[in-house]
């Protein structure tokens, strides 16, 4: 092997840079969990607006007194060239547990008719037990909700015997639905006629036709807000990122300062191992390798090993990820995973930060290092 090769250096140093792989790596997993989590409570909400992606909600203005949806509306929409279908709804909510606590899943009550059309619309499939029937207090559920709060097939929805929930009335799960919109179902028939429901509004669903989504939702944001209050897609997620920018900003202060006081960390411990290691440059220097050699030779060194260090952290998270999924999240219908973009990018910082520190630190000795005084040292 080269005696002057990156590898080999680290081959026979691996106790002196333990601490510094160690350390970086250990930052890469604390500093990924912040985005992970975060990422997993931001993915919860914004599974509820992605249903406005293949169908707004135009509900009445219950501040203005309205209980449905005005029937001249209802006509506008029907009318419109960029809505595919209206279809009536109500919909209601029951709680699911999160890792930021508890949220509300939206189940939506259609008509028998209209539950494979609105299947098809988010690609949904069921995956267990039946559709609900016309006129009864079933429900499909979808699955992360179903694993979020421990459901199975037969379950009843009971308020009487949970005090957290929502639910005005006894409901029966007969069926698992899956797919990439958290959408449950529920028989209109059934819930229009039931007096636990007397208070809930009567919404319209419309779906816009394939490539008209802008422009049905602008025909909807459009109708008169004194009677109607639309939930499209561009506006709930609007509102969303605005929600969830203050979070983001607190989450990137605090890694901010946690990557800098690890950058300060690793360039001092580069230091320490450069001074330990000033006769070996100096005599590398005096034999007649350039200085921009020796440089060369150092800054791989350091770059190579917080890359590296980067690379392990990540693969190490991924598998703390997995036994956690499968042990804890995944029965519950979480998953966590640091192999997206939102999870890295809060890494990224580590290396780079990191890198920067420690090739400065090494740059700064190398510069101002005297061969000859390392040559005649004596001790």
């Known amino acids: 092997m080269n005696p002057l090769s990156v590898f080999t250096y680290y081959y026979r140093n691996i106790i002196k840079l333990a601490p510094v792989f160690l350390v970086i790596a250990l930052a890469v997993f604390g500093i990924s969990l912040t985005g992970v989590l975060t990422g997993s409570i931001s993915a919860s909400a914004m599974s509820k607006v992605e249903v406005y992606r293949g169908a707004a909600m135009i509900s009445p203005n219950a501040a203005e007194g309205y209980k449905g949806v005005d029937a001249n509306i209802k006509g506008d929409l029907a009318q419109n060239p960029n809505i595919e279908a209206t279809f009536p709804t109500i919909r209601f909510s029951t709680y699911m547990p999160t890792l930021a606590g508890q949220t509300n899943a939206h189940i939506y009550a259609v008509n028998s008719e209209v539950i494979p059309v609105l299947m098809n619309a988010f690609d949904l499939k069921l995956v267990q037990g039946q559709l609900p029937r016309v006129g ?9 909700l179903m694993g979020a709060r421990g459901f199975h097939i037969g379950t009843v929805i009971d308020p009487a015997e949970d005090e957290q929930e929502f639910i005005p ?3 029966e799960v007969v069926g698992v639905v899956d797919g990439p919109t958290q959408l449950s179902l529920a028989s209109l028939e059934y819930v229009s006629q039931s007096s636990a429901f007397r208070n809930f509004a009567r919404s319209v669903l419309a779906i816009p036709r394939a490539g008209a989504q802008s422009a049905a939702e602008k025909a909807i944001s459009k109708l008169d807000p004194k ?3 639309p939930y499209t897609y561009a506006d709930q997620l609007a509102q969303f990122a605005q929600d969830f920018a203050s979070m983001d900003a607190i989450v990137w202060a605090i890694n901010s300062i946690v990557v800098l006081v690890l950058s300060l960390l690793a360039g001092l411990l580069n230091l320490i191992y450069f001074l330990d290691r000033s006769n070996e440059f100096g005599l590398l220097l005096g ?13 791989l060194e350091a770059l190579l090993l917080t890359l590296f260090a980067w690379v392990f952290g990540i693969l190490f ?9 499968a042990v804890v999240f995944e029965p519950r219908g979480v998953s966590l995973t640091v192999l997206n973009w939102r999870a890295l990018q809060f890494t990224l910082p580590i290396p780079v930060m990191v890198g920067l520190f420690s090739a400065g630190t090494v740059l700064w000795q190398l510069r101002s290092l005297d061969p000859m005084q390392m040559i005649e040292r004596r001790d």
């Open 136 to 144: 009864t207090n079933q429900v499909a559920l979808h699955k992360s």
């Open 169 to 171: 009335d006894k409901l």
């Open 227 to 229: 009677q109607v209050q």
């Open 287 to 299: 034999i007649g390798y350039s200085r921009s050699f020796v440089i060369r030779r150092a800054l």
């Open 317 to 325: 998270s991924q598998v703390i990820y997995g036994l956690l999924n």
